[in-house]
């Protein structure tokens, strides 16, 4: 069982340049998100999607697109990479009822130069 | 709007040494709690939950108990070991229509030695 996988694992990109960061999920899940972790600001939600065809914003989206086309899938698109934008970035999805566990994925460490 | 404040780390104990990580959160109606644990290169995996006040969490001699009162969900183990060096994260979720999504707190890292 995969659970949620995250690719690519390490990317540097320079300013400007734009790239997506692919998630998957074999669960199932409803709901998907992206969260991207700063040293002492624990994680912060991006963008969330509780369905196909369905997306929304979270905490920090400028900068960020998504889109769900399925049920398994849920890329993070960066625009116009920017230095503020490197983070680590995790894909997390879960079931949509009270008291859900989220399984995350192992990350995407990003750096922008 | 929803909020979780963690006790600031890092933390350094020796095995066996008591653990506690305070929590505390502000949320409208009532929320579920989560601690979460993350281990080194990896992603983040749930420890424990709790869905309503006065629950307790528990799992790997782990605990937590929702207090409603004091808006708290305090981490706790007896006796550590050096295993469970972690970063160690607070969240809850505000249910309604949001029940995946969470709001963290600002992570503990953890360190224990032998």
Redesign the interface.
Known sequence: NAG?TQTPKFQVLKTGQSMTLQCAQDMN?????W?RQDP??????IH?S?GAGITDQ?EVPNGYNVSRSTTEDFPLRLLSAAPSQTSVY?C???????????F????TRLTVV | GNSVTQMEGPVTLSEEAFLTINCTYTATGYPSLFWYVQYPGEGLQLLLKATKADDKGSNKGFEATYRKETTSFHLEKGSVQVSDSAVYFCALSAGGTSYGKLTFGQGTILTVHP
Not at chain 1, 29 to 33: L, N, Q, W
Not at chain 1, 40 to 45: A, D, H, I, S, V
Not at chain 1, 92 to 102: D, I, K, L, P, R
Not at chain 1, 104 to 107: A, E, I, V
Request: aromatic residues 22%.
């Open positions: 949620v899940h409803e709901y998907m998100s969260y002492g600001m624990g994680l912060r939600l969330y509780v979270g995790f997390a999805s879960s079931y949509s009822y009270e008291g859900t566990e989220a995350f994925g192992q990350g």
